[in-house]
């Protein structure tokens, strides 16, 4: 749904009132040429705060970190929902929501049919290999884990959710038919059946045929990886020209519904990691599908907007409070969360004199999950502070807490650096993060596969390997970030990329860390299409080096 004839009425002492319309669902304030409502006076920062529309929850103000606050009905607040009526106060301007009813937007409000994903990009066509037993998917098909999440997690309502589901599968694996079904009773109701050109398929037969091989999985709980692909294989007639696959869509034991999938039979095995991945986003689809199922009263959320802002400011306390831990070193960083809350972490603390200990940290999904698994993140980073650990062995607490926190259905991707600035060099290692860009000079510091490790909370073991490289003295810099930034999309529907992080990075990379920082943020926010809320949160970290006095 769009507010077509939402405003903000504009107030500012001396001036007559004038109206601004909001046609876009971000809208920036603050005095900077780049923002969309401009304000003057020494009370409004450059990028004071921005006004949001939710799909779901209408429009929130969030402030950006600025130095004098934004202000709803007269009380400071860092995110707030707004209603009908509210006052905005940002320095001396004060900003009145009007809200239109609403209208449905054809364009965006509905899913009516498949997305189909191109053939020569599917994971079958990617890696042909059967999997030994005991071997878990690669680290490589987390990066497509994720994204096929955020796809999932854009679903207004179970039926799209359904439909996007349907559409996953049927762009990894071809097959004859899809049928996404919530269980209803001792059945199961199909309202999502697709054919291999991926238009409406029959399903008529699906309920009596697969009713007995439900009731067999009914004390089935979740299982390793290595067991689930056999085990959710429940049938596999070899006198047909058809395999068939049923995946149970499971929530820890609570089973919603089913994944069935038709393929032509061909004499070639479906890689077992081709299975693990479905399996598993046939959870993701579950966790999402419970959150849905959850619904709020407006009421009841304006009562969450409050206790999400509460929550925000504890996790702000949770960011390290001091950029200033050594005269060699500049630092910066910046983290906006999707929601109230951010599942990204940054962390950097002064380990002894010359050494700052780092972190960059992403936690799959976002949200009030993410965000109190981040915080088990972070008490792991200070206590390694604390009590000395190497790289190796806080990569080896980090991934104990996420296994025993997240209960096997979640995992955070990460970077762990120490910059040594008396020997000018800094060490690495990605726990399935990607690489930050690092200018030493004029020279790149390219990644190596030595150092990459699985993510935090993945059953496998840690493979990857610290790795050390020198830095020019007094002029290098390190941007890290995560994929809200690289995967944030323009109205081309266009991800920004990492290229174009390290473009800019290269062209900027003698500025001051916070110039930096701020240069490659701006960019970021001016390339993403404004016609559409955050989906991801957006964290940058900056560290720079400096000439010591």
Partial sequence: MIERGDYLELNTPGRPASTFPLRKARVLIGRSSDSDIRLGGGYVSRRHARLERSSRQGWRIIDLGSANGAFVNGRRTDLAALNDGDVVGIGSHRLVLHCAPPQADLESSTINGPEIIPADATLMEADRRTLSPGRMIPARLFTELHQASRRLSRAADISALLSILGNEFLSLLRPLRIAVGREDGPKCVWPVVIGRDGAPADSTDLTERLAPRMESLEGSIAVSLEELAAQEAVEKDRSTEVETFLFPIKAGDRRLGHVFVELERTGRKVPDETTQFLSLLARQAALIWENLEFGLSRAAADELHHEMSAARQIQLRLFPSSRTLDPGLQLAAENMPALAVSGDYYDFQLVEPGRVLFIL??????????????????????????????????????HHVVSSSGDGEAFVVGILGLCDLREHQVTLLSAGHPWPSIWSGDSPIERTEEAYTFPWGFFAPREGTPRTFPLAAGDWSIVAYTDGVSDSVGPDGQPYGDGRVNQLHHRHRRKPADELCEEILSDVLSASDDSSPQEDDITLLVLRGAARA
Avoid: K
């Avoid at 993140?377 to 062995?393: C, H, K, P, S």
């Fill in 361 to 398: 940290a992403d936690v799959m999904g976002h949200g009030l999950p993410a965000a109190l698994l981040m915080a088990c993140v972070q008490a792991v980073f200070r206590t390694g502070v604390r009590a000395g650990w190497t790289l190796g062995e806080l990569d080896g607490h980090i």
